[in-house]
């Protein structure tokens, strides 16, 4: 273990230095309430005369969508993405888009929508190869169709990101992960969200806030700008979030939220994720588990996992909420720990997954592992058994 230990650290310090020249970039942003009808005109700038619109159903019947899709010549739809986004749904999207004439991409939804379109749109770049084989970092390599995302939920970030997370055949979840699969545009319109219940807006909250931490504590490839923005994340969560639960047509919390959702994704797409996310998407692969609930229960519990190794940068973040201001590192990174669970459980969030078969513990510690190491910065390298201690944790 100690060499392998040794071996993912040299990979991040390597990779984290060869990042510094990646020509990242963020989506042109465009926020406000109402802004969604400005997409006709921004794909007409861009050329685009037929764009393919990712959306549900009932999405794409609200006033606010059909008062837009009004002032597009031409547009196909598609609406049968499903929670944790499967292969044969990306292959369906490619499909479709290819029969139908399309030239551009519209995702419109949660995180399920907008990685099933990114997914496709990888596939549309790399015609030759399976989704599978794009799997991982840096594989795709060719410009996408040009793409607008438009969350309907402040959590994923997938507006932001390089990354599009799909499930196989075997229930395995995993990320393609490439720099052109940052969409061109994000459009951050709070109005889109006032519907979502309260228990979603929770979770895809908490989602965003894991983003934000993760990014935040992870090594080697962080930089200035991306621990001010998880920093903004994390104050703008705390203070917004329960707002956003008790009255979902307050459209400032909305806003704040979509803001700091945007934030956490940009960071943690230059800076990475952690454990956290290597477990959760086992939870979502295997069981289906919503990825906003299952990093909102593990999050807490894998930080007191890292123990002291993850300390001075959680000390770091209870100063952003000024939490224990007389303690030391040690007191102050309890501090934030407990106010994730006191969030957690004032938002009714669950402590356990009874889902959680023990038969499969080996089948998810393997994935997680395989996910995190090499490439996750994290501040503690996790081997199988790591995983399946917290794993256990959150079990009933």
């Known amino acids: 273990m100690l060499l392998k230990k040794i071996y993912c650290r040299v ?8 990042a510094r020249v990646l020509p990242w970039r963020r989506p042109e942003c465009i926020t406000g309430a109402g802004s969604l009808q400005r997409l006709p005109e921004l794909l007409a700038d861009a050329g685009c005369k037929k764009p393919m619109i990712v959306a549900s159903r009932r999405q794409c019947a609200a006033p606010e969508f059909t008062a837009m899709a009004e002032k597009l010549p031409a547009w196909s739809g598609f609406h049968g993405v ?18 139908e004439g399309c030239d551009s991409m519209v995702a419109i939804g949660g995180g399920s929508p907008m990685d099933a379109a990114k997914a496709a749109a990888a596939r549309l770049a790399r015609p030759n190869r399976s989704v599978g084989q794009l799997k991982g970092l840096l594989k795709v390599r060719k410009k996408i169709v040009p793409f607008a995302a438009v969350p309907t939920t402040a ?9 599009a997370v799909v499930t196989d055949e075997t229930h395995h979840k995993y990320a393609v992960n490439d720099l052109c ?24 909250g908490l989602d965003a806030l894991t983003h934000a931490v993760e990014a935040y504590i992870g090594r080697f490839y962080n930089t200035r700008e991306t621990r001010s923005l998880a920093r903004q994340a994390v104050a ?19 806003q704040e939220l979509l803001t700091a959702s945007y934030r ?4 943690f797409t230059r800076a990475s994720v952690g454990n956290v996310h290597a477990l959760a998407h086992t939870l979502g692969g295997l069981y289906d ?14 930080l007191e996992a890292y123990g002291p190794a993850a300390c001075k940068r959680l000390a770091e973040l209870a100063d952003v909420l000024g939490l224990c201001p007389a303690g030391n590192r040690a007191e102050k990174a309890r501090a934030f720990i407990d106010a994730i669970y006191r969030m957690n459980r004032a938002l009714g969030i669950p402590e356990r997954f009874p889902c959680i078969r023990p038969e499969d513990l ?6 997680a592992e395989a996910e995190a190491n090499p490439v996750y910065p994290v501040p503690v390298i996790f081997g199988k058994e790591d995983f399946i201690r917290v794993a256990r944790r959150v079990m009933p």
């Open 155 to 163: 959590g994923t970030g997938s507006e932001t990101t390089i990354a």
């Open 82 to 99: 499903t929670a944790n986004p499967k292969i044969e749904t990306v292959e369906q999207i490619v499909a479709q888009f290819r029969a």
């Open 11 to 18: 990979f991040q310090a390597c990779f984290g230095l060869g």
């Open 264 to 267: 956490a994704g940009f960071a």
């Open 362 to 367: 080996p089948q998810m510690a393997a994935w």
């Open 181 to 204: 699969l940052i969409p061109r545009w994000a459009i951050l319109d709070p109005t889109l969200t006032v519907s979502l219940p309260a228990g979603v807006t929770a979770e895809t």
């Open 236 to 254: 703008a969560i705390f203070q917004y979030l329960p707002i956003a639960c008790a009255d979902g047509a307050d459209l400032r919390a909305r």
């Open 289 to 302: 588990v919503p990825h906003g609930r299952a990093n909102a229960v593990l999050l807490p519990v894998m």
